[in-house]
């Protein structure tokens, strides 16, 4: 379960790793942190505030973490 605190990985799904090669880059950022769920208003789905590896701080879905074990 993704919460606060929690260390994560992120997993984009395979049409986003396939159209957004080049802007997702996913490699580098993992372990990350989570700093903060942020307030979406408008939707069901959860956000987070990441401070990942490579000190880059991005907001992300919870449909693309995963608990990093």
Do not use: C, H
């Not at 950022?29 to 979406?40: A, H, M, S, Y």
């Not at 990942?52 to 879905?61: C, D, P, V």
Request: aromatic letters at 14%.
């Amino acid at each position: 379960m993704v919460r606060v605190g929690s260390l994560v990985r992120y997993i984009p799904s395979p049409s986003a790793t396939f159209k957004w090669e080049e802007y997702v880059k996913p490699e580098g950022r993992d372990p990350g942190i989570v700093l903060r769920e942020v307030d979406t208003k408008g939707t069901t789905t959860r956000r987070y505030e990441i401070r990942w590896q490579n000190g880059m701080i991005t907001e992300e879905w919870i449909s693309f973490l995963e608990v990093f074990e």
